[in-house]
């Protein structure tokens, strides 16, 4: 059933960040080549790396990037929490994204991917993305920390 | 676009326990500040701490936790999973919480969140918080388990 | 309000590979077993291990794995993400699986879970189980990768 592969030695953590710019409104960033070449650069041979978004309207998944199911996924969103909905938060807050913490809440902020022999375990249509739910563009950064063994 | 820190040594593994009450019926509990604390006790420098519930009713995730965002989180699963609903797991559990279990399938046990130079990566808003699903009080464990270079 | 424990050593990590044949149509298969015995064969004593999905039409979670809660779960993503809905998607790619995708976005492809004393962390009722969105049967793999101290 299973093929095993065992690496040993010193611990290294190698911290790293992505900035970019996103447009709302469940704007997706494919960050999947990005993660890869940050994973190489460390020249660890296997480990996890930690995608984490620090922030409280954003959140991380993997999808297919393609446009269809893009679309696909942001309609689910407006299905099951649409801005329309009454939210609690705008009450109080006049930022107006409620929705946005939902989303976010729901979707989380954070996915551990294994990468071995220096290459990130991903199926072939699989791509990292950011999801921005913030109802206006924003300045994003998302942590890639590596965690593994040279 | 990115900005490295790497730290190497020994590993260490420091696994902790939080245990507290919780109300049930998606109640919230802040966990952030412990979860600091313990990573701070640890006194290793990078890594990371994975938060994880060891039970099918309750789960994990991060919120802006103010009331409003707590209450529209809440009205989140009783849309989508209303305890209204038909549930198999209550023709043959008498528990009927069986709208607990599938919440709690959705949302996730576990997150994981890097932390760098001693502080774990939080946004400025972003707090960890348990959700307890089951429909009524519980003592509730959650792991907390360090992992990282000192 | 917390017991820790600590280890310290070089770190290790063991990838493992399990491969299963699924159904589809949101099957789903418990990996609880073979996890809590490929971290056992490690030899490791504390860690973490990943539960990771690389594909993008299927997740991983943890359930009671009860024939009512399967059921409620899948019932679940029927109601909200319907294979009866429109699909981008399925515009343009002739598998129909657009749903899948979705499905599979929302409820992601990694879990991390915490060991101690060479023992998984789990619920009593809490089993880890892999959810097949896609619309037939298919061949899967999942990456089971421990990483710890001896």
Redesign the interface.
Known sequence: ????????????????????ETQGNADMVNLTA?VRR?VK??GL????V?V?????TGAV????F????V???R??FD???SPA?H???????PDLN?HA??R???????????F?DGEL???R??EI?FVCFDNRPRQRTV???T???G
Chains 1, 2, 3 share one sequence.
């Open positions: 059933m299973t093929k095993t592969a065992a690496v040993s030695g010193l611990a290294h953590v190698v911290t790293d960040r992505l900035h970019f990005d940050l650069a460390t041979q296997a480990g996890t930690t984490f978004f620090p922030g409280a998944t993997t999808l297919e393609e446009p269809g199911v679309q696909d996924f309609s689910l299905r099951i929490i909905e939210y609690e938060h705008n009450v109080t807050h409620g913490h939902v976010a809440g729901l979707l989380g902020p954070s996915l551990v991917f294994p071995e375990c991903l199926g249509w699989q993305c942590v890639v920390q965690l593994g063994v």
